[in-house]
């Protein structure tokens, strides 16, 4: 018989992951209640936020309060993303 193995349930405060691949077409995004944590896992996105325009490579990371209208979309070819959402209401 396999032993029983008991690990502590993971504490996410109401966080969620998705993970995305982005094209060149730029897509509006609105969250009115969650903050949003962006990463870039392959290629290059570009971040329009706040009246800038932002690259983010492998590794690059952005973070979207709550309430920001901000578009994104691949530089060339595809971009891989994971987005993190959390209640603004956590903070």
Known sequence: MAPLISSPAPVSYGAQLTFETLT??????????????????????????????????????AIIPAGFHHTLCAISGEARVVTGYRSARTR
């Open 24 to 61: 060149s077409e730029a897509t509006l995004r609105f969250r009115p209640l969650e903050d949003t944590l962006l990463r870039v896992i392959d290629g290059v996105a570009e971040l329009r936020f706040d009246g800038e325009e932002h690259l983010l490579g492998p590794g690059g990371e």
